[in-house]
């Protein structure tokens, strides 16, 4: 781990790519509840894990599983993909599904600057209108946030018979 952490509740890796730095903060496993809707499936309480890892590559690895919040915790929900930071405070991510969905992901990173001048991320908005689908899906906005130490996000969805709605929201602790 580096000594240049400031006031920050997460260190930067041994040989994590410095591109990574504003980032760094999604490292690790993460695990929650949170809810799913959609038209004909109703608003359903699910289990989510959600996980962040590097390889000193200039990207993040990244895997979400999500299941039934109940006895039989069927998976419901899985997705994975590489988040890549580009200029200043850009970013993308390529996500696929096992469902046939793969979208190009698009955004920016907000958040706190560090005692260095870099950008450390506590924020971070996409959207998507470039997903490629078996199915109907066309278009997204994902929302990822740390707030008191718990990752917080909202992923909204579109089809093409349904308007841009919320899809997949949950509230994560680092385990």
Known sequence: MTDDQGSL????????????R?????????????????????????????DF?????????YLLQVFSDDETRDPLIMESGFWIPGEKNSIMAMICSPEGVAASWHGTITGLASPNGGELATKIEMTTDAALSQGTHTAGSRLVGKIQGKLMFAYDRADSEVPLQPWLSGELVKR
């Open 53 to 61: 890892s590097h390889n000193g590559k200039p990207y993040l690895h």
């Open 22 to 50: 504003g980032l760094a903060w999604l490292l690790g496993h993460w695990e929650g509840h949170g809810h799913t809707q959609w038209p004909g499936t109703g608003d359903r309480k699910v289990l989510q894990q959600m």
């Open 9 to 20: 509740d997460f260190a930067f890796p041994e040989g994590m790519d410095p591109a990574l």
